[in-house]
């Protein structure tokens, strides 16, 4: 059983419309129908769930949610893909665009004994060439003018409950030991044009590093890992309102503040990465996904076409997965960690007055 269970988070990613923790109450701006209340309707294979739109319901939110964030129909897997762009954060300089991402998510619904419904979650992403848009094995860091070794995000399971109670922070292994009192499961939702809603989610994190500076001095950002993840979905009024849509087709952007990439062995230089990026639901499932996306999955674990069909963990970010599944890179002699430039001369002032 998943260590995180309770936990609601992207991860690294991504729930690519996904992996968030959603932690803002609803607004109140928007009321149900004059006199009508939620009521539990049944899909065609006669899963029970809440479709009339109530703000208020934690049971609407929460199967909703889940058909956002996922499928209902455990006979069906939800694909989605995510695609941007990684930035560097330094001080006295621009931020500096690095690389694209590129990468999508299988996901499957379970519903558990209680009513409420359990995310089960493969998740890869690469990286790309700037210029050519190819997915790299390796690239060459402008921070220290070094080759490294590229390696991608590659989360099996990651894994949650999605509850009429809003969710514990994810655990990570037992790393993250923050916790909240039990709250209803309200979402932050606003109206959108043409008939659609945006719901906005997003999580704030500082925990423990499993990659510690004394074991990884190169790979490691510090001490603790300072994560923010936020995400807009975007879904149609119609879609939500619709018995037989199990899974809603939806479309919104992520954004992600996280410590360097282990990989870029920048140890703990000043700085960070920005991930933006935009998601959507591949109406087709795989088949609508690039042919070298998928091939790199493949070579990965042909395991990551396909969504869980049970339970299982624990329930990882990539960089808990790092520090399992990689090794501490040698440090060369004399090496310590980038620094960003001095601050630049501001040009003189014009005198003041005529």
Do not use: C
């Amino acid at each position: 059983m998943d260590d995180s269970k309770s936990g609601l988070s992207r991860r690294e990613s991504l729930g690519l419309g996904a992996s968030v923790l959603a932690t803002a109450a609803t607004s109140g701006l928007f009321a149900t129908e004059a006199g009508a209340t939620s009521r539990r309707h049944s899909s065609s294979r006669g899963i029970d769930f809440v479709s009339r739109i109530d703000f208020a319901n934690p049971q609407w939110n929460r199967d909703t949610y889940a058909r956002i964030d996922g499928e209902l129909d455990v006979t069906k897997q939800k694909v989605s893909r995510i695609t941007g762009k990684v930035y560097g954060v330094r001080d006295n300089e621009k931020v500096r665009p690095l690389f694209k991402m590129d990468g999508f998510s299988v996901v499957r619904t379970l519903r558990l004994p209680d009513g409420n419904w359990r995310r089960v979650l493969k998740e890869v992403v690469f990286y790309r060439d700037l210029a050519t848009g190819r997915i790299m094995e390796s690239w060459r860091n402008p921070y220290t003018d070094e080759d490294v070794r590229v390696v991608p995000i590659a989360n099996d399971p990651f894994n949650y409950d999605i509850r009429d109670t809003k969710p514990q922070p994810p655990s990570y292994g037992g790393l993250n030991r923050d916790t909240r009192p039990p709250e209803p499961f309200l979402l932050d939702w606003s109206e959108g044009p043409d008939g659609t809603l945006i719901l906005e989610t997003g999580i704030d994190l500082f925990y423990p590093a499993a990659l510690q500076p004394s074991q990884w001095p190169r790979e490691s950002a510090g001490t603790f890992n300072r994560v923010s993840e936020h995400f807009l979905f975007f879904v149609k009024r119609a879609d939500i309102e619709n018995r037989r849509l199990t899974a809603l087709p939806v479309t919104g952007s992520w954004s992600r503040i996280t410590p360097w990439l282990p990989w870029m062995l920048m140890g703990q230089a000043p700085g960070f990465i920005n991930y933006f990026a935009s998601f959507a639901t591949m109406t087709n499932g795989i088949a609508d996904l690039p042919d070298d996306l998928v091939a790199a999955a493949r070579a990965i674990n042909p395991g990551y076409l396909e969504a869980p069909t049970e339970d299982y963990g624990p329930s990882l970010s990539s960089l808990e997965h790092y520090a399992r599944e990689q090794r501490p890179a040698p440090v060369p002699a004399g090496w310590s960690p980038p620094q960003p430039p001095p601050p630049p001369q501001l040009p003189p002032m014009p005198p003041r007055g005529g």
